[in-house]
Structure formats: C-alpha cells, structure tokens
C-alpha cells in the first residue's frame, strides 16, 4: 500500500508556504536561506559518506542536527508577536564550534599563506565546498536579517562552522600527510 504522493502540486506557480501558513515566492530570502541551508547539509552529509573521513561523524553529525534546527527556525517567522518555535539556539553551540576550531589549530603547523581549496584529500576538497556554501548562508542570511528579526547567534554560529570547515579542512590533509598547496601569485612572482 502506497503512501502520500511526495509531490502537491502546490509550489507549481513559485510560491511555497512557511510553517504558519504565511506563503512566499521561492526566492524569498528566508527561503534562499533555508535553500543554502538545504544545500550545505546535503554537502556535509557528502563528506560523512567519504570512508576514510569516519573519524568526522563525531563533528560533523551534530553540525547537521543544528543545520536542520537553523531551518526550522528559520522557516517559522514570528506571526502576531508570537514564534511558532521555542527553538533557543544558544550561546554554547558557538563556543563548541570556537572550542573545536581552537583544538585543531593547536594540532596543524601555523597557516602563513593563502591555500588552494581542493587541494589534497577528498574530505578535504569537500569540505573547502562546505565552507564555501556555509559563507553564502550567511550573506543570505544578512539579506534576510535586513528585512527580518534574526536570532543573533545563528549569523554567529554559521560564522564560525564556516571557519571549522576550513580548519578540518586542513586537518584532513594533515591526517594524510598530504600538504596543502600554498596560493602563489603568479602576476607578481
């Protein structure tokens, strides 16, 4: 016996629905966000499926868990004074994400020059991806906070799980002594 047909039909004219009812176009911001959102979880799940980076399911699963709490925040406006969430994304979350981006820069050689993304290990090509998209959340995000009340600390928190990304990153290539290659200005060079 066949469950609920996945697609509606709704969406069809470009506009989707926010938890509470409210409808929007698909290219409302709050929507770009949740997109973004949307689309660095699935990157980070891509590098969850890379064997040889297992030793990041510890790190990164969590990091989905508060992608998915982000989103639901998000996707639920305040409507008449009231949030449809209690969702309280606190102020510890960010110091986890600055506690494990401190323990791995204790761990790597320091960083004196710009480093080539993709460069080294496959986790850690993937993961320079998810720094990058984690970054066009958060301008996202900016351009939604613009228009719209924002909870502070997830512009906070997506700012510094951008920087973790490029710190594991690099971690992974160290974890496979692979070096990463250092940018060289090659007009000035």
Same mark, same amino acid.
């Given at each position: 016996?066949?469950? =609920? &047909? %996945?697609?509606?039909?709704?969406?069809?004219?470009? &506009?989707?629905?926010?938890?509470?009812? +409210?409808?929007?176009?698909?290219? @409302? =911001?709050?929507?770009?966000?949740?997109?973004?959102?949307? $689309?660095?979880?699935? %990157? /980070?799940? *891509? /590098?969850?499926?890379?064997?040889?980076?297992?030793?990041?399911?510890?790190?990164? +699963?969590?990091?989905?868990? @508060?992608?998915?709490? %982000? !989103?639901?925040?998000?996707?639920?406006?305040? &409507? &008449?004074?009231?949030?449809?969430?209690?969702?309280?994304?606190?102020?510890?979350?960010?110091?986890? *994400?600055?506690?494990?981006? #401190?323990?791995?820069?204790?761990?790597?050689?320091?960083?004196?020059?710009? %480093?080539?993304?993709?460069?080294?290990? =496959?986790?850690?090509?993937?993961?320079?991806?998810? +720094?990058? /998209?984690? +970054?066009?959340? $958060?301008?996202?995000?900016?351009?939604? !906070?613009?228009?719209?009340?924002?909870?502070?600390?997830?512009?906070?928190?997506?700012?510094?799980?951008? #920087?973790?990304?490029?710190?594991?990153?690099?971690?992974?290539?160290?974890?496979?002594?692979?070096? @990463?290659?250092?940018?060289?200005? *090659? $007009?000035? !060079?």
């Amino acid at each position: 016996m066949a469950g =609920p &047909k %996945i697609y509606t039909g709704q969406g069809d004219g470009g &506009k989707t629905r926010l938890y509470g009812g +409210r409808i929007v176009y698909k290219d @409302d =911001p709050r929507i770009e966000v949740c997109g973004t959102l949307d $689309e660095l979880n699935c %990157i /980070v799940g *891509l /590098v969850l499926s890379i064997k040889s980076a297992g030793w990041l399911k510890k790190v990164l +699963r969590p990091v989905q868990n @508060d992608l998915f709490l %982000i !989103s639901a925040e998000l996707a639920a406006p305040v &409507k &008449k004074g009231k949030k449809a969430f209690k969702i309280k994304f606190n102020q510890q979350k960010i110091r986890e *994400l600055e506690s494990g981006i #401190d323990d791995l820069d204790r761990q790597l050689p320091p960083l004196k020059n710009f %480093i080539l993304p993709g460069s080294g290990t =496959p986790a850690a090509s993937q993961l320079h991806l998810a +720094r990058s /998209v984690c +970054r066009r959340a $958060e301008r996202r995000l900016v351009t939604l !906070s613009r228009h719209e009340k924002i909870a502070g600390n997830i512009q906070i928190y997506l700012n510094r799980l951008s #920087d973790l990304f490029f710190m594991l990153a690099r971690y992974a290539n160290h974890l496979q002594n692979k070096k @990463d290659i250092i940018w060289k200005n *090659l $007009e000035h !060079s």
